[in-house]
Structures are given as structure tokens and as C-alpha cells.
């Protein structure tokens, strides 16, 4: 049973902050293709980043429910998917260091990144982004350092990031060596970027980030050793329910805007609204809002309450997130017909949308944790 909803009042001071930063530069950064690291440190500054962090670590005190609500309303007044996905890898790797960090990590590293610090979570390789486990980054120990090598491509916030949570092996560990490393990005031998050049979230950018020879303090172990893959699993959760939670937020206020223009706009000397075909393509999308939003809502309580469904309930979150956003902004076009298929926001936000088919793990990895869940869960039931 859903215990919370995103807070109202917190939803509609982010969605106002939004549209009076972020909305406004979205334009321009996508030209730049940079993170608008203006409207980031107005966000900090007004609170964001410690919404779900304990007073003790400079937070203000609340839950994850306070925190989705600013996601929520920045996604609907800032009107700029390619922002909430860099906003979403911040928030998870808030989480892995609230979840798996030690006092002192949580004293070294959370009032950076609550102070407006861009961080970024580092997994995928060239080798691949589904299957973590074969990465090849490696570390190997000298003294009380690890010494760190190797090369991640297509990371979140990887060309502008101040601080990056790593996956990496310790060969020396045996078996299992997946190991999670903190690092200050601006070390000795991290090379950041170039930008990659995608289709869409260009206002996310993403590249790659070289380790050469990146000496990290033993202490910036988080999870310890071996414990990389397990911490990332759960970790990732709150990045997948994340992404329906602002699916839905993000599409509102296009669904409402798609509404306004079918009412307006005739064809057969009738309004478009009047036709049944077009009210279907507006209600398809709708149901798939509804849903995409309450499977989240959900998502986030079996997580919150630690309960042994929530990694399937979050893929089922981003599984629909994904296909509810191609839809969505797919509606969009269609029901504005030629003017949707111009250079412009409506072919954008598709080409926005289609990115969270990949990012946070494809449609296909969902599916597939979601049958191992089932037969973890039915397994456990028998
Ligand atoms: C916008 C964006 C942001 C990103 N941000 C980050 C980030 O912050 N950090 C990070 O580490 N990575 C990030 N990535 C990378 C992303 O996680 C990977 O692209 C994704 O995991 C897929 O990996 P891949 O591209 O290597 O495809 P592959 O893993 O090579 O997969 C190729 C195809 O095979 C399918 N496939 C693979 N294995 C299976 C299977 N077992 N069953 C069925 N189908 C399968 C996949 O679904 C996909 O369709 C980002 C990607 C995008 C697009």
C-alpha cells in the first residue's frame, strides 16, 4: 500500500524555480551542449540536493517522498529532459553514499555535492553497458592508496563532473573484485570528456572519463571491496523509479498543451479533438501517464520500506518511463502533424525521449530483471 505522494507544495516551489532558470536557458544550453551549471547551483542553493539527507550531513532532515517532488516539478516547469537526467544521476549517487557510505564519506563528499557539486556515477565501458561485470578498470593497492586505470564512456554528467563514484576491480580481491571507487575528479589523471555528440538530452552532456594512473585513498572505497556490484544494483533502484516519476511530470503539461492545440486546430470542418482516432492517440497517451506515475509512486515505497519487490517494482518504473516518453512525445508530434515534424521542441522532446530507452539501463535489461525478480520472489515463496 502507498503510504506518500510527492509533496504538493515543494512540487509547485520546484516547478516555479524551474521555470525561471532552467526553462529559460534550456534553449541555449542544448545549442552549447552543456550542463546549464547556472540553473544547477540555483537548484542547490534552494535546497534540492539535501531534501532526503539527514540534518547531521547538512540536509534538511526529509525523506525520498520530499525528495521526488523536486524532480517532479522541475521536470514540468522546466521543460528540459536532458537537465532531470542529470538531476537523476546526482540523486543516485547521493543515494549510494547515504546508503553505503561511511560517516566519513558522508562528511567528505555530501556537502559538495549538496552545495552544487556535479556528480557522476561511472559503469559503463566500451565493452559495454549492460553487463557490468565486464568492465575493465582496474586498481591495484600501494600502500594505503589504490592506484586506479582505466576508461568509462557515455557517463552522465562525465565531462562537467566535480566528483564521480567509479566501478572498478581489485584483481588482488580474488572472484569477486567489483569494487566502488569516490573520486575527486579533478585528481592527478582524470581526463574528462570531449562531450559525446547524441541526438537528444544535449543538455546532458555525457562522455567519457580516462583514469590514468588515479591514486584513491583506500577510505574512498565505498561498499568495500567487492561489494561494487551489489551497492550498484540497489543504488540504480532509485535512478529507475526516478525516471517515471518525472515521465509523468514531464508530460502533463505536453499532454494538456497537445489537448489546447486539438481544440483549436479543425480539420473536416471540426475540431481534431472531435475525431475518435485522435482522442484515442491523446487517451493512449494518458493512460500510459497514469500508470507510468502511480508503478513509480510504488516503485519508490517498496523501496523506502526496504521490501524484497523493489528492484522489480523499479524496473517495472523505468521499463514504462521509457515507453511512456516515446509515446508521449510521439503523440505530441503526430497531433501537431507537419509542425511537429519541424526542427523544433516537439521533434526534441522525441529525440529527448528515445535516449531513456539506454540511459539507466536498456528497455531489454528491465525485462530481464524483472523475470529474475519473479523467479527470485517465487523461488522465495515456494
Ligand atoms: C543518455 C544516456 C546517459 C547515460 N548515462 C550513463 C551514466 O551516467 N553512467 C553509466 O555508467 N552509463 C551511462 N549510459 C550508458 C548506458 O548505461 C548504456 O548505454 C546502457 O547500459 C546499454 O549499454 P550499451 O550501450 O553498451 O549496449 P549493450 O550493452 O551493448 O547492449 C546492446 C543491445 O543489446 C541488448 N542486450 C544486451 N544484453 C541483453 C540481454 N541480456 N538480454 C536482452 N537484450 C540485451 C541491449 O538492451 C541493447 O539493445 C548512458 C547512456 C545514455 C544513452
Redesign the pocket.
Known sequence: MIRHFATPELRDTYQELAAVTVAQRAEEFTQKGRLDRESWREIADAGVWGLAVPTEWGGSGGTWWDFVAAPEGIAAGGRDLGFC?SMV?QAGLIRSILTYGTDEHKAAWLPRLLGGDVG?????ET??????TRIRTAAVSDGDHYVLNGH???????PEADVALV?GRVPEAGQQDITLFMIDMHADGVVQGPIED?M??RT?P?GPIALDGVRVEARNIVGGIGGGIDAVYNTISLDRLLYGILAAAYLDPLLDEVMEYAQQRHAFKVPIAEHQYVQGRITDAKFAIEATRWVSYGALDALVQDSDQASLMCSVAKYHAGETLKLGTETALRVYGHLGYMEGRHSQALRDAL??L????????Q??NVFNQMQRLGARAA
Open positions: 537526467l544521476a557522476a556515477t561511472a559503469l559503463t565493452t559495454g553497458g549492460s553487463d557490468v568509462k564512456d557515455h557517463i552522465t554528467n562525465g566501478l547524441m537528444g538530452n546532458s555525457t535516449g531513456t539506454i540511459a539507466g539501463g536498456t528497455a531489454e535489461i525485462r530481464k
